[in-house]
């Protein structure tokens, strides 16, 4: 679901159209609906309603400010994977009580960080790791909350990419060894063992893998308690899919319908971690033909957002839907959507049947809310995108377009190059 709809044929966010606000900002621009933001969440919210269970939005798939003061103010945690992610989290007021911190690289400054912010829980990756948090906890006289990464070497058949749940990946550890790892954490003094933890992909579009590994994990938490380790926090990670296309994912309430049936007699506290899910289909991103090329081969449509701006299309070969915020009847064309980068692997879309483009036209490049500003860049030295909010009739630039002089910023010459 989305606010991203036609009246006439023009094409708004909410209630404002898109073309007011690529001609106020210009382009390329992320553009977010509040409304949708706030829907995805809620639908979470009521889904794990009457069981103890936490949201906790995952940072890295849109981590734009005003987006995360929007979902603290209703109630949203945070799952954070880096010392940046922990800063924002907290700068938009999410309660330290509801922050999880994955991720297989955590650093000692980092893991200090965490632990004076008092988190939740960590997401522990590795041995190494685990003895790294133990040490700093130590120092700080403080004790950690911890859970294990498991492993549950389960296919959630979606892009390898962004499969992270299988014996060949580097997250977590495997789930036969789990045993071993929890004895260990459990003889560390500064730690303290919560919970299990398991996150197997992203842009999953089948709930099947999201019980099979449930599953595992669940006996492994009735062993560990049989061993005398107490697991109080259940956090099943997030990777529900969206509709790019055609797919048709489950919506968190078939998740909960699944997934609460094997807690009946657990008495956990559930942790999930959506992001995309949440925020995918809640942004577009608006771009401008600058030009036209015909090879014999290709119809090539210009446009000025290039991989640096949606880095998805050239890193995943995601689709986007495109659409014109203009309606027209021209022809429709076998055409490549590509960006101005000096790149062969530069393209927003290919080969599509779309309206033939004509200069200056504003395009609409859907489900972009999440992995597209956050995986940005300043490659061929352009600056970022800037981002805006929509809320009914009403548009807030909630990130400026970065300057030439943020291309430059914290850049020093030494002397003999003054
Ligand atoms: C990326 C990530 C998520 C969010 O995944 P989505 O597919 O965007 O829902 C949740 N948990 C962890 C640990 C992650 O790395």
């Known amino acids: 679901m989305h606010c991203f709809t036609y009246k006439k044929s023009e094409l708004y966010a909410e209630n404002v159209p898109v073309r007011k606000i690529a001609d106020t900002v210009g382009t390329p621009v992320y553009i977010y609906s509040e409304k949708t933001l ?3 969440l809620t639908s979470y919210q009521q889904a794990f309603d009457g069981y103890p269970s936490t949201i906790c939005y995952a940072l890295k798939a849109n981590s734009n400010p005003a987006v995360l003061r929007l979902l603290a103010k209703n109630g949203c945690g945070a ?26 690289g955590k650093t000692e400054d980092e893991i200090a960080a965490a632990l004076k912010a008092r988190i939740l829980m ?30 549950p070497d389960i296919d959630p058949k979606t892009h390898p990419y962004i499969s992270t749940g299988l014996k060949n990946s580097k997250f977590g550890i495997p789930i036969e060894n789990a045993l071993e790892y929890y004895r260990l954490a459990k003889k560390l003094r500064n730690v303290e063992v919560l919970g299990i933890h398991k996150h197997i992909g992203s842009q999953i579009t089948s709930i099947n893998p999201f019980v099979d590994a449930l599953k595992r994990v669940i006996l492994l938490a009735r062993n560990l308690r049989e061993q005398g380790i107490e697991i109080k926090n259940l956090d099943i990670g997030g990777g529900l899919g969206i509709t790019y296309r055609d797919e048709a994912p489950p919506l968190p309430g078939d998740l909960s319908g699944a997934v609460m049936p094997l807690l009946e007699e657990g008495g956990f506290n559930l942790i999930v971690e959506p992001g995309r899910s949440i925020a995918g289909n809640a942004g577009i991103c608006v771009t401008r033909v600058l030009y036209l090329k015909r090879n014999p081969e290709r119809e090539f449509v210009i446009v000025d957002a290039g991989m640096n701006d949606l880095l998805r299309p050239s890193l995943y070969e995601a689709f986007h839907d495109i659409r014109p915020v203009l309606k027209n009847n021209r022809k429709k064309v076998l055409s490549d959507i590509v960006g101005p980068i000096c790149e062969s692997g530069d393209f927003i879309a290919r080969e599509r049947m779309i309206n033939r483009a004509v200069q200056g036209d504003l395009l609409a490049v859907m489900s972009a809310g999440a992995y597209g500003f956050t995986m940005s860049s300043n490659y ?39």
């Not at 790791?129 to 294990?148: S, T, Y």
């Open 38 to 40: 706030l829907m995805h």
């Open 79 to 104: 799952d954070v994977v880096s010392g940046g992610e922990l800063y924002l989290a907290k700068k938009a007021g999410i309660p330290s009580e509801k922050i999880v911190y994955a991720g297989v």
């Open 122 to 151: 960590f997401n522990v990756e590795s041995s190494d790791e685990l003895k790294a948090i133990d040490r700093v906890a130590g120092k700080l006289n403080v004790k950690a909350p911890i859970a294990l990464r498991v492993n």
């Open 380 to 418: 061929n030295s352009r600056p970022r995108a800037a981002e805006v909010l929509v809320r009914g009739s009403d548009f807030f630039v909630v990130k400026e377009r970065e300057s030439y002089k943020d291309l430059i910023r914290g850049t020093k010459l030494p002397a003999h190059l003054k």
